[in-house]
Nanobody, 116 residues
Framework: QVQLVESGGGLVQAGGSLRLSCAAS????????MGWYRQAPGKQRDLVAL???????NYADSVRGRFTISGDTAKNTVYLQMNSLKPEDTAVYYC??????????WGQGTQVTVSS
């Protein structure tokens, strides 16, 4: 079975930075996209950032200019650099890989808490 292992979450003060990492426990071929989602209590799980195998990126309006997604589909790794963090960014963050035939993999989630 494939598992995505996340790390890098924690507690940070407003204005601070954090870097999240995600890697597959076993090799995955033909990954189309890698991304980060987040979910706060009582809220839906929303896309934060996405990167394609070709390197194109997409960001939620709320994080554009502050967060940067990077990674390598061939190495099955994705990162999220989060700068100028705000209390509104507090949530559980999940990494996600999507491959052909509808295959989808999720990380276990890592808590990010931003204090004011």
């Amino acid at each position: 079975q494939v598992q995505l292992v996340e790390s890098g979450g924690g507690l940070v003060q407003a204005g601070g930075s954090l870097r999240l990492s995600c890697a597959a426990s076993t090799s995955i071929f033909s990954i189309n996209t890698m991304g980060w989602y987040r979910q706060a209590p009582g809220k839906q799980r929303d896309l934060v950032a996405l990167i394609t195998s070709g390197g194109a990126t997409n960001y939620a309006d709320s994080v554009r200019g502050r967060f940067t997604i990077s990674g390598d589909t061939a190495k099955n790794t994705v990162y999220l650099q989060m700068n100028s963090l705000k209390p509104e960014d507090t949530a559980v963050y999940y990494c996600n890989f999507r491959a052909y035939f509808g295959y989808e993999y999720w990380g276990q989630g890592t808590q990010v808490t931003v204090s004011s």
